[in-house]
């Protein structure tokens, strides 16, 4: 055997080893080995962290991983009752290292973008600091593209893409003035932000641009850490509030009996790539996450595109297949 033929058996074993790692896992290889062999939670104990759609789904479920190692939480959303719910259930997962005033609800209506300031006001007169802030609030939606009223595109950029953005500059502000630009700056996403994904275009297009608006501020910015979480489908309720093409109108549909990852895993590997810092992670039950790397190869993705028709590409992002 050669020198040459060596090489290639051992690239051969190596990518045929990857792709075996896509199927199996339920994220990123880089996150799952920080999963198991990166920074612990723990490391963040004491630190303040501000969530912003805290009350259910993916942002309760970070709460409550992130409270377990005694991280102080700010709660964010416009439910009150739940906020209250979530808080009870933050200092009895801390089991002590958590007191009531650690846990601080902060009711918040991320459209009301004249009360950003305020918001954050708030937050550093309650804790005298700022470490994290999690943009965790937003809305899905299911429609035909060419049933999509331009009402619906501009209100959902304006949820998912410009309140985000304002919110994040001012405290981006806040980092650059008391800590020099060091800070922690984190953002839920989707995997359609860079794999599109039928039926859902202005949602698509609004992840794409606030990874965009994330990227770029990174770039500018290297002391900032900043992390783009990118789910696929995720048990919760979030399907009740998406948007449809209609302005106004509400989906209303529930995920209960479909295929798709726990929130509360969904937590779990959201609170490990805070802690590890790291910049771009996925997560989804296969063959969401086979198709999350796909997405983000050119050729691969044509490639399926060749394959797989839209319908099939629904019933998995629906957990149907």
Not at 46 to 52: A, C, D, L, N, S
Not at 163 to 191: D, K, M
Not at 261 to 270: I, K, S, Y
Not at 277 to 291: A, I, R, S, Y
Request: glycine share 6%; net charge positive.
């Amino acid at each position: 055997m050669s020198f040459l033929e060596f090489l290639l058996i051992l690239l051969v074993v190596y990518y045929a080893i990857y792709v075996l790692l896509w199927i199996v896992l339920d994220c990123n290889v880089a996150l799952w080995i920080k999963s198991k062999f990166g920074v612990s939670l723990s490391s963040m104990r004491g630190q303040v962290v501000w969530i912003t759609g805290a009350s259910s789904g993916i942002g309760r479920s970070l709460a409550l991983s992130l409270a377990r190692h005694g991280v102080r939480l700010v709660l964010s959303a416009r439910r009150v009752e739940q906020l209250e719910e979530v808080q009870k259930e933050c200092l009895a997962a801390a089991r002590g290292l958590l007191a009531t005033k650690d846990v601080l609800i902060l009711p918040m209506d991320m459209l009301q973008l004249q009360r950003h300031e305020s918001n954050l006001f708030d937050v550093l007169n309650h804790f005298d600091r700022l470490d994290v802030l999690v943009n965790n609030a937003g809305r899905s939606q299911r429609a035909s593209w060419t049933d999509i009223e331009i009402e619906v595109d501009r209100e959902l950029f304006e949820l998912d893409v410009f309140s985000v953005v304002h919110l994040t500059r001012l405290v981006v502000r806040y980092f650059v003035e008391q800590n020099g630009g060091r800070g922690h700056v984190a953002a839920t996403s989707s995997i359609a932000g860079f794999g599109p994904v039928p039926f859902s275009a202005t949602y698509c297009a609004a992840k794409h641009a606030l990874n965009a608006y994330l990227l770029s501020l990174k770039l500018e910015m290297r002391k900032l850490d900043v992390t783009i979480f990118a789910p696929g489908p995720i048990a919760t309720d979030f399907l009740q509030e998406a948007f449809t093409g209609e302005q106004g109108a509400k989906l209303g549909k529930s995920t209960a009996n479909q295929k798709r990852m726990t929130a509360e895993r969904c937590g779990e590997l959201f609170a490990v790539a805070l802690a590890n810092k790291m910049d771009l992670t996925w997560c989804g039950l296969f063959p969401v996450n086979l198709l999350a790397y796909c997405a983000r190869n050119p050729t691969l993705t044509k490639i399926l595109g060749q394959f797989m028709t839209e319908q099939t590409l629904n019933k998995i992002r629906e957990g149907k297949l």
